[in-house]
């Protein structure tokens, strides 16, 4: 069955950065894309942005843009999400999917604290 | 970015009854519509893609209608797993954007 396993909880310091992956199993991972999405009480559900498993290229949303920053890795079939001058409106649960959104990671909670 | 406005924020509602939560977009999206459901502990699962088609193994009881700016989400029969937050997401222009959610809550 497909599964989307996340990396855990993760504790940063304002500025700095940290990496969250995402593992891909049950399927053919260069046939669909990645995406991320971030989860906060506040702002609910905001979609991050792609990467296409095959080629590795990328499409953000202008928000995340500067912030956000996707790779993969297709020998392992991981994705990667690294978060970047982390401050705490950072701190939110992330999400990985699969292509439509059809398969979801169990999340990554992120905290951003000094 | 196209605004998801998702109606009522909450429902107290009990085992067997009908609901039905509503998405409405400011702009319309073709159909473009999934709906997605919220355990508790996080675990997203998606229910309905393209407004009306059920995801694999998501029970007959769920389903999904409407067009334009305009959608619904029904389930027929509750039954105690149901009551959980649900999400509507709009997938017809970038970037893709949700609704703000509808807990669904036992009365």
């Given amino acids: 069955q497909v599964q989307l396993q996340q990396s855990g909880a993760e504790l940063a310091k304002p500025g700095s950065s940290v990496k969250i992956s995402c593992k891909a199993s049950g399927y053919t991972f260069t046939s669909y894309y990645i995406s991320w999405i971030k989860q906060t009480t506040g702002q609910g559900l905001e979609y991050i942005g792609y990467i296409n498993t095959g080629s590795g290229g990328t499409n953000y949303n202008e928000k995340f843009k500067g912030k956000a920053t996707l790779t993969v890795d297709k020998s392992s079939s991981t994705a990667f999400m690294q978060l970047s001058s982390l401050t705490p409106d950072d701190s939110a649960v992330y999400y990985c999917a699969r292509g439509g959104l059809d398969a979801w990671g169990q999340g990554a909670s992120v905290t951003v604290s000094s | ?107």
Avoid: H
């Fill in chain 2, 1 to 107: 970015d196209i605004q998801m406005t998702q109606t009522p924020s909450s429902m107290p509602a009990s085992l067997g009854e009908r609901v039905t939560i509503s998405c409405r977009a400011s702009q319309g999206i073709s159909n473009y519509l999934n709906w997605y459901q919220q355990k508790p502990d996080g675990t997203i699962k998606p229910l309905i893609y393209y407004t009306s088609n059920l995801q694999s193994g998501v029970p007959s009881r769920f389903s999904g209608s409407g067009s334009g700016t305009d959608y619904s989400l029904t389930i027929s029969s509750l039954e105690p797993e149901d009551f959980a937050m649900y999400y509507c997401q709009q997938y017809d222009s970038s970037p893709w954007t949700f609704g703000g959610g509808t807990k669904l809550e036992l009365k």
